[in-house]
């Protein structure tokens, strides 16, 4: 049982560069969200999804880009790292409209030197 | 933008010791949760609250949703060394179930 799987589980990046978070879940929810934990901040949401094809801006969406293309798959695209974005970064998926349990994967630490 | 403030920050008790952890907030949540993270780990649920002056326990754990709706406890009864982890309160935004803002979280360690 897979449940919610993001890899890489460690990345550093060059200030400029681009990557792509990969968040998978098996479990056919419809809400697939992705966070940035920070010390002291708690988690801070970037993008959400409601179902396949739609997506929207959580809180701290600049220098984010997602799309959902399948219910299974979530990414998160860093355009052009910057230091800023040196984060923790966790991906979370829940059943649907009325469910309130949130599955999350284990994390992915990002440092952009 | 609503705001979830938790504290203490941090907490380093004795095993047998009783604690509260606090969730604050100005705006009114239709639920509340509260999640517990290991270290390189994601966080799991503990427990949901919906309606204002609920109360839930899970074992030696107290959950308590304000009568407004605006805050939430946790109170731990004769913590062990296993309650060690950060805390995390949720709160579904009244914009919709679908986007939860998280507390500051609580980083407690409980010593032996």
């Known amino acids: 049982n897979a449940g919610v799987t993001q890899t890489p589980k460690f990345q550093v990046l060059k200030t400029g560069q681009s990557m792509t978070l990969q968040c998978a879940q098996d479990?056919?929810?419809?809400?697939m969200s992705w966070y940035r934990q920070d010390p002291g901040m708690g988690l801070r949401l970037i993008h959400y999804?409601?179902?396949?094809?739609?997506?929207d801006q959580g809180e701290v969406p600049n220098g984010y880009n997602v799309s959902r293309s399948t219910t299974e798959d979530f990414p998160l695209r860093l355009l052009s790292a910057a230091p800023s974005q040196t984060s923790v970064y966790f991906c979370?998926?829940?059943?649907?409209?009325?469910?309130?349990?949130?599955?999350f994967g284990q994390g992915t630490r990002l440092t952009v030197v | 933008t609503q705001l979830l403030e938790q504290s203490p920050q941090f907490l380093s008790i004795q095993e047998g010791e009783n604690l509260t952890v606090y969730c604050n907030s100005s705006?009114?949540?239709?639920?509340l949760q509260w999640y517990r993270q290991e270290p390189g780990e994601g966080p799991v649920l503990l427990v949901t609250?919906?309606?204002?002056?609920e109360v839930k326990k899970l074992k030696r754990l107290t959950f308590q949703f304000g009568d407004a709706r605006k805050d939430s406890s946790l109170h731990i009864t004769a913590a062990q060394p296993g309650d060690t982890g950060l805390y995390l309160c949720?709160?579904?935004?009244?914009?919709?179930?679908?986007?939860?803002?998280f507390g500051t979280g609580t980083r407690l360690k409980v010593l032996a």
């Open positions: 979370a998926s829940r059943a649907g409209i009325g469910s309130t349990e949130a599955f």
């Open positions: 479990m056919n929810h419809e809400y």
């Open positions: 999804s409601v179902g396949a094809g739609i997506t």
């Open positions: 705006s009114v949540f239709s639920s």
């Open positions: 609250v919906v309606t204002g002056g």
């Open positions: 949720a709160g579904a935004g009244t914009s919709g179930t679908y986007k939860y803002i």
